[in-house]
């Protein structure tokens, strides 16, 4: 069983640890976005605002501006990072329009007009005039690499990543039963011990953050199941992954799975209510928009609205929508309430039955993306995120080490330098590779073509150029230490390109107050301090045993 | 050396009995549940669900145990030993109708 934890572990250790580190930055993937369009506006201490009273705003904006609309939209931002809302409306097809309409496949959608709206002040901007932002993914862009990878089509990535997240499930559930004297163990940490020191410290990561990780690895195979066990569903439905729409309308997808079973649909689809046809009722005025969004709070909690939907507004057979704004563990299974627009009353259909099973299953999706979770639990998560990270590095440097003393005198084995080259090119150059993802999102033209692709060039060509220098330096221990100090050099002088090309930087942002941005440049900071400290300890021990012939590596580093 | 060589086959022939008889056996339970469930009256989706979700846990603790066996042998008598009855209940429930 411990062969089995060992060599789990060792295969798939390299893309876990990128698969760790990119989805660690996914529970700040919209601060991580804000950063990297330093065009949007400073943040200043955002104003606290009531739903209810910025809903009756718009509501007034809308009549003014839109009195013949056919359909409102009122949406409150679902961005952590971004607290303006939209207000759009369509306007109904102009009377020429129709008949070019049904002639060709040309629908005269263009008629729908949408302005920012900021719900504390209650004034609204036009979309043009606000600032123009370079084209970049994102933190978004680093989260989908956690599951997507890059250069490979989505498909094989979900089954790699599966493959790879099956195995890391075995090697913690191999790791605890191998591990007999796990609570002992984790209370030794033997510091300056070389090998010994490298297994303690990776059973005290591992051990700090088990409930985590093992949380984390077996919710992340729930979100493609039906790629990975497709048996089942071929029974029950005779259907495999490859069903039509791309997963999204699949039978195991918490998100829309009422289609196929006919206890499910009887409510109704949405599209329903979503008729493009302009209303034929006769006037009507609409009801106080503000008082049905003080009912869905008290249903919903405060600020939990994600978005109204008026069809038909200032008509009889006006229909008002409310959208949760769910973040997964919400104990409320309505997603949706309808209203009568004239009565304001509650007329939405029976909610779809939902068994424990797809409870279960909702609890499983909604503790991996973390939605849910307030600022510290956040920080939580990216901290157990980046335990896993370490989790991963240590378990890998510490195969290294065991065969290291193994081979000592010997010369290394081709799997050996392969393994130590792996571990050089990943562990140092991903890190680095994060580094380059931002250090390019400042230094390519913000108006250059396919700039957010150059973006994920540069993670990756700075990547490939740590693996490069660990083929070239020999030995490991001098191209450690060449790369560790490389990243931390390109974590610790971001702030200061920051500051250079932009008017975003701590300066500005910490007097301002926007610590969404002001947080970046300083987690970035200690990460580079992070890396400078062990650069310092490869360099310590390299400078303590001056050219005896020890093996290189990073053997005797902590 | 020919010690060494027949190692090796033991290895590869429990990394196989693992990977894939697992994996096989793993999936026949879930459809074994998936059926037993729905005959026990549970609704289509919920007893599809239930048994997928699951199946990762099973899968773990099938390849746990065929590298606990004593010898890679023993563990794919083990699972063909398994298998063979959920097998059989599976092709009864089947032909039962009720199934697909």
Known sequence: ?558 | MKADMQRRLAVTSRIIAGAVGGYALTSLIAIALLLVLQRLGMAKDEALLAPTLGSFVIYAVIVMTVFHARSATRAWLGLIGVSVPIALLVAILMQAGGGA
């Not at chain 1, 450690?480 to 500051?499: D, E, G, I, K, M």
């Open chain 1, 1 to 558: 069983m411990a062969w089995l934890h060992t060599w789990t572990g060792l295969v798939v250790g390299w893309v876990l640890y990128f698969v760790f580190m990119t989805g660690t930055a996914g529970y700040f993937d919209e601060e991580i976005t804000r950063w990297m369009q330093p065009e949007a506006p400073l943040a200043a201490t955002a104003a606290p605002f009531s739903s209810v009273e910025a809903v009756a705003k718009a509501q007034a904006i809308l009549r003014e501006k839109a009195p013949a609309a056919d359909r409102w939209s009122i949406d409150p931002s679902w961005d952590r990072a971004e607290r303006h809302w939209i207000i759009s409306w369509a306007n109904p097809p102009e009377p020429g329009a129709k008949d070019a309409a049904s002639a060709g496949e040309d629908r005269p959608r263009n008629r729908r007009e949408r302005l920012i709206f900021d719900p504390a002040a209650g004034d609204v901007h036009l979309p043009a005039d606000m600032p123009e932002v370079r084209e970049t993914d994102g933190g978004l862009g680093l989260y989908r690499l956690h599951y997507h990878l890059h250069y490979i089509s989505e498909h094989s990535a979900i089954l790699i990543v599966g493959f790879c997240t099956m195995l890391m499930f075995l090697a913690i559930l191999s790791g605890v039963v191998t591990h007999k004297k796990i609570f002992k163990d984790f209370f030794t940490f033997r510091p300056g011990k070389g090998q010994r020191s490298w297994l303690d410290m990776h059973n005290i990561v591992s051990v700090t953050a088990l409930p985590f990780f093992l949380m984390i690895t077996y919710s992340g195979l729930i979100f493609f199941m039906y790629a990975y066990m497709p048996a089942t569903m071929k029974v029950a439905y005779g259907v495999e992954h490859s069903w039509p729409n791309d997963g999204y309308s699949n039978p195991l997808n918490p998100r829309t799975n009422n289609r196929f079973d006919g206890a499910r649909a009887a409510g109704g689809s949405r599209s329903e209510h979503m008729s493009e046809e302009p209303s034929a009722a006769p006037p009507a005025p609409l009801t106080n928009l503000a008082s049905l969004a003080a009912e869905a709070e008290r249903q919903w909690g405060e600020g939990a609205i994600g978005g109204i939907s008026v069809l038909h507004p200032g008509r009889a057979d006006a229909r008002v929508t409310f959208i949760f704004l769910d973040n997964g563990l919400a104990r409320n299974a309505r997603k949706q309430i309808l209203f009568d627009g004239v009565t304001g009353a509650d007329i939405s259909p029976p909610p779809f039955r939902q068994g424990t099973t797809w409870k279960v299953q909702n609890v499983l999706i909604a503790l991996h993306e973390g939605l849910f979770a307030g600022p510290l639990l956040r920080w939580l998560y990216f901290l157990s995120g980046l335990l896993g990270c370490a989790m991963i590095a240590t378990g890998l440097i510490l195969w290294t080490i065991k065969r290291r003393q193994k081979q000592r005198g010997a010369g290394d084995s081709v799997s050996f330098r392969l393994v130590e080259t792996l571990n050089i090119g990943t562990l140092a150059g991903l890190p680095l590779g994060v580094a380059a993802y931002f250090w390019a999102n400042r230094l390519l033209p913000a108006a250059m073509e396919g700039r957010a692709a150059w973006e994920y060039h540069s993670l990756f060509a700075a990547m490939g150029a740590i693996f490069l220098a660990a083929v070239l330096i020999r030995p490991a221990r001098r191209a450690w230490s060449y790369a560790l100090w490389t990243v931390a050099a390109a974590f610790l002088l971001l702030p200061l390109l920051n500051a250079v090309t932009t008017d975003r930087h701590l300066a500005v942002t910490v007097p301002a107050g926007d610590w969404v941005l002001a947080g970046f440049d300083l987690t970035m900071l200690a990460f580079g301090a992070t890396f400078a400290v062990a650069a310092l300890k490869v360099r310590s021990k390299e400078a303590t045993a001056p050219g005896r012939a020890r093996p290189s590596g990073m053997a005797e580093v902590a």
